[in-house]
Every structure is written in structure tokens, then in C-alpha cells.
């Protein structure tokens, strides 16, 4: 079994061949031993955690970077940390990942020197210099990696030791220099109408679409959601940009409440995104700006409830007027049958 932790608050869980992995955030990972070990992995200068998150480079074709991250044991004894670097990727939870290590790095993962191991004495930090050596032949743009420390535990359970290899890392984004090309599509858009069958409670929208990243370079995804007369934002007010690697997808679900359902409803998905520089924030720079666009969405919105309630209303009047229209024609087949008894009656008294 895996457990993988990352160090910018990123998590995932991954479970390859037995053999279990984690990446951690900020938080130190603890691996499940006899004795309890726990340690973190941040970038460094030369005097050890300088407060990054994550390592931001931006390299020539053919040239290279160095860098440091700092190792740190919370433990009691002395550890021997396997390093390691691998491709980045962005997990279906939205969060930060990297390749399990029985998976073999094809991109920026490769570009990463460093030692195999570290040794931390307990309660120390030990400063890891390593290297990021760009091919020549590299594409221009953002290239995702993550470098970890780990270690590998067994597990007995009956009878058996399964091996537990735990993670912990952050994430080193490498822009190679060059034209960037940022874009984007919008696919697999819908836009479904939830009823609320009580017709005296309004229904909502939920809207759903992948945005696509076809350039080269990482974007920050925004936008507004303009439907039903009503605009929602994405992000939400307090939230930070959707974050979209080059050649990944990123889903947005989109609701708008209490929504009286009017048959149709025409509306617009309009995306601004921004490129992320190589820093790790947003830029508006002209040489790397964005075009906006907007995608149309027209929604179905039949009011059955409404409708339902209508119709019966319509059978209830109807019932009420054919019982009338029929009591009426009961009342004026008596009244005829009663006028006809009587002028029976009076011509039997005539005729006496």
C-alpha cells in the first residue's frame, strides 16, 4: 500500500501492487512503524525552510537550475530518508500529485538531480541541494514534477507484512523559456433543470463543464455563469482560481437556486482565464494574455408541477360544471315530466 502526501496542502491516495503511498501537505506525515515516524519537506535555502510551498523555476532550452529543500526528522531516531523526483499531474480531486514510484517519469521529472538518500538525525533538518537541467530539446512552457522523502514500512497482519512506502513533498513547476501558447476549450457542457414537484417551491439549474487546457502553459480559470437572469461567479467569492496544467481538464459544477422553471431558458458560460506566471501567480502581461470567450446554453425548463396543477383544477371545473349542466337537465326533465303528469290529470278530469 502507498500513502502520498504533498506539501502545499495537496493529498492524494494511491494503491499500486500491494504496495501503499501518500503525499502530505504543510502537516508532517507519520509512518506507521513500532516507532512512529514523522518529518517534512519543504524548499530551502543554504540555512535550511525559507517559508515556499512549492519550487518555481523559469529555464532556457539546454540550461539548468539549482535549488535546495530541507529534510526534517520530528522523530526519535535516526532516519534514512529515500529522495526521489517524479512528473507532476493534478488528481480528480483538483489537488497536486506526482507518478507512483512504479511508474517511470517521461517529462519534468527526469530533469530533477539529486541524492538517492538522506540521513537526518532525530529532531535535525538536513539541507538537500539538487538540480533541474532542462533538455535542449524541451517544449517551451510549464512542466510539472514533485520531489519526495520517504520511507518504507511493513504492516503484519495475519501472518503477512504488507509494505507501506509513505511520501512526503512538494511541487517544483519548471516554465521552460519560449513562446508560450495559452489555450482552451469548453467541452462536454449541460445544463440540467431540477424540479421541486411542490408547485409552490421553485426548482434550480446545475450546470457542468470541462474546461480544457490546450496550450502550454498553466492558466487560472475563471469566469461567470449568466442564466435565468441571475449571474454566478466561478470561483466563488473567498476561493482562489481553478488551476489547469497544460494538456489537463478541469470539471466546474455551477448551481443557481430557486429558479421558477419559464419552459427555456437561454444563458451564457463566459471563462477569463489568466496565465500564472512563473513566479506561481497570475500575470497580465500583454505577451501572455488570454482571450475571453463565451459558450451558449439553452435550458429546458417545463413546469410540470405547475402544469399538473392546472390541469386538475381544469378536470375539477369541469367535473363541477358537467354535474351542474347535468343536475339542470335533471331539474328541467322532472319539472317537463311534471307539467306533462299534470295535463294528463287535467284532461282525465275533463273527460269526467
Same mark, same amino acid.
Given at each position: 500500500?502507498?500513502?502520498?502526501?504533498?506539501?502545499?496542502?495537496?493529498?492524494?491516495?494511491?494503491?499500486?501492487?500491494?504496495?501503499?503511498?501518500?503525499?502530505?501537505?504543510?502537516?508532517?506525515?507519520?509512518?506507521?512503524?513500532?516507532?512512529?515516524?514523522?518529518?517534512?519537506?519543504?524548499?530551502?535555502?543554504?540555512?535550511?525552510?525559507?517559508?515556499?510551498?512549492?519550487?518555481?523555476?523559469?529555464?532556457?532550452?539546454?540550461?539548468?537550475?539549482?535549488?535546495?529543500?530541507?529534510?526534517?526528522?520530528?522523530?526519535?531516531?535516526?532516519?534514512?530518508?529515500?529522495?526521489?523526483?517524479?512528473?507532476?499531474?493534478?488528481?480528480?480531486?483538483?489537488?497536486?500529485?506526482?507518478?507512483?514510484?512504479?511508474?517511470?517519469?517521461?517529462?519534468?521529472?527526469?530533469? &530533477?538531480?539529486?541524492?538517492?538518500?538522506?540521513?537526518?538525525?532525530?529532531?535535525?533538518?538536513?539541507?538537500?541541494?539538487?538540480?533541474?537541467?532542462?533538455?535542449?530539446?524541451?517544449?517551451?512552457?510549464?512542466?510539472?514534477?514533485? &520531489?519526495?522523502?520517504?520511507?518504507?514500512?511493513?504492516?503484519?497482519?495475519?501472518?503477512?507484512?504488507?509494505?507501506?512506502?509513505?511520501?512526503?513533498?512538494?511541487?517544483?513547476?519548471?516554465?521552460?523559456?519560449?513562446?508560450?501558447?495559452?489555450?482552451?476549450?469548453?467541452?462536454?457542457?449541460?445544463?440540467?433543470?431540477?424540479?421541486?414537484?411542490?408547485? !409552490?417551491?421553485?426548482?434550480?439549474?446545475?450546470?457542468?463543464?470541462?474546461?480544457?487546457?490546450?496550450?502550454?502553459?498553466?492558466?487560472?480559470?475563471?469566469?461567470?455563469?449568466? &442564466?435565468?437572469?441571475?449571474?454566478?461567479?466561478?470561483?466563488?467569492?473567498?476561493?482562489?482560481?481553478?488551476?489547469?496544467?497544460?494538456?489537463?481538464?478541469?470539471?466546474?459544477?455551477?448551481?443557481?437556486?430557486?429558479?421558477?422553471?419559464?419552459?427555456?431558458?437561454?444563458?451564457?458560460?463566459?471563462?477569463?482565464?489568466?496565465?500564472?506566471?512563473?513566479?506561481?501567480?497570475?500575470?497580465?502581461?500583454?505577451?501572455?494574455?488570454?482571450?475571453?470567450?463565451?459558450?451558449?446554453?439553452?435550458?429546458?425548463?417545463?413546469?410540470?408541477?405547475?402544469?399538473?396543477?392546472?390541469?386538475?383544477?381544469?378536470?375539477?371545473?369541469?367535473? !363541477?360544471?358537467?354535474?351542474?349542466?347535468?343536475?339542470?337537465?335533471?331539474?328541467?326533465? !322532472?319539472?317537463?315530466?311534471?307539467?306533462?303528469?299534470?295535463?294528463?290529470?287535467?284532461?282525465?278530469?275533463?273527460?269526467?
Amino acid at each position: 500500500m502507498t500513502r502520498f502526501r504533498f506539501s502545499a496542502g495537496l493529498a492524494a491516495l494511491v494503491t499500486v501492487a500491494g504496495l501503499a503511498v501518500g503525499l502530505a501537505g504543510a502537516a508532517p506525515a507519520v509512518a506507521e512503524e513500532a516507532a512512529p515516524v514523522s518529518w517534512s519537506v519543504t524548499p530551502a535555502d543554504a540555512s535550511g525552510p525559507d517559508g515556499r510551498v512549492a519550487v518555481e523555476h523559469e529555464i532556457d532550452p539546454a540550461a539548468s537550475a539549482d535549488d535546495r529543500f530541507a529534510v526534517r526528522n520530528l522523530g526519535s531516531e535516526e532516519i534514512t530518508f529515500r529522495l526521489a523526483a517524479a512528473d507532476g499531474f493534478t488528481n480528480d480531486n483538483g489537488r497536486f500529485d506526482m507518478l507512483p514510484s512504479d511508474q517511470e517519469s517521461v517529462d519534468s521529472g527526469t530533469w &530533477i538531480t539529486l541524492p538517492e538518500s538522506v540521513t537526518v538525525a532525530p529532531g535535525g533538518t538536513a539541507v538537500v541541494p539538487f538540480t533541474i537541467a532542462v533538455p535542449e530539446d524541451a517544449q517551451p512552457g510549464d512542466h510539472a514534477a514533485g &520531489i519526495t522523502a520517504s520511507i518504507l514500512s511493513v504492516k503484519e497482519g495475519e501472518g503477512t507484512g504488507v509494505g507501506v512506502e509513505s511520501r512526503v513533498g512538494f511541487r517544483v513547476m519548471t516554465r521552460v523559456a519560449g513562446e508560450l501558447a495559452p489555450a482552451y476549450s469548453v467541452q462536454h457542457l449541460e445544463a440540467d433543470y431540477r424540479t421541486s414537484w411542490n408547485p !409552490l417551491r421553485p426548482g434550480s439549474i446545475d450546470v457542468v463543464f470541462d474546461v480544457v487546457n490546450e496550450g502550454n502553459a498553466r492558466l487560472a480559470v475563471a469566469g461567470l455563469l449568466s &442564466i435565468a437572469g441571475r449571474t454566478v461567479a466561478f470561483p466563488a467569492e473567498g476561493e482562489s482560481p481553478q488551476e489547469i496544467l497544460p494538456g489537463e481538464s478541469r470539471s466546474v459544477a455551477l448551481t443557481v437556486s430557486r429558479v421558477w422553471p419559464l419552459f427555456a431558458f437561454p444563458g451564457e458560460v463566459a471563462l477569463s482565464p489568466t496565465v500564472i506566471s512563473a513566479s506561481g501567480e497570475p500575470t497580465d502581461e500583454v505577451a501572455v494574455e488570454v482571450a475571453s470567450s463565451s459558450t451558449d446554453v439553452l435550458l429546458w425548463a417545463v413546469p410540470w408541477p405547475q402544469l399538473l396543477v392546472l390541469v386538475g383544477l381544469a378536470l375539477i371545473i369541469l367535473a !363541477l360544471l358537467w354535474r351542474r349542466g347535468r343536475s339542470k337537465r335533471n331539474l328541467e326533465a !322532472l319539472l317537463t315530466e311534471a307539467r306533462e303528469e299534470g295535463r294528463r290529470s287535467m284532461a282525465g278530469v275533463g273527460q269526467g
